[in-house]
């Protein structure tokens, strides 16, 4: 369970939902992933590949029952931003 019984979140636990976001931006923005995507399957391709890796991290996100599941989906929703930054 995420929450405490008061339904407040730790400070730690909550410092590392949102910097997951970020590390999953920074992971496929690296430009081995990203000049990858970007060069052989193009720009438009790279832009829907991040939408759709959006949209499967905010499932993931939506049906998290425990900390596990709701940190794999901030990590996944954050891998959409790379592509993105990359894409644009």
Request: charged fraction near 10%; aromatic fraction near 14%.
């Amino acid at each position: 369970d995420i929450a405490h019984t008061d339904g407040l979140i730790p400070s730690s636990t909550e410092g590392l939902i949102v910097s997951l976001f970020s590390i999953g931006a920074i992971f496929t923005a690296f430009p081995v992933i990203s000049s990858y995507f970007v060069d052989v399957w193009g720009r438009k391709v790279s832009i829907v590949l991040g939408s759709s890796i959006f949209i499967a991290g905010s499932i993931i996100q939506l049906t998290a029952w425990g900390r596990a599941q709701l940190l794999v989906g901030r990590f996944v929703a954050g891998m959409s931003i790379g592509f993105f930054f990359t894409g644009i």
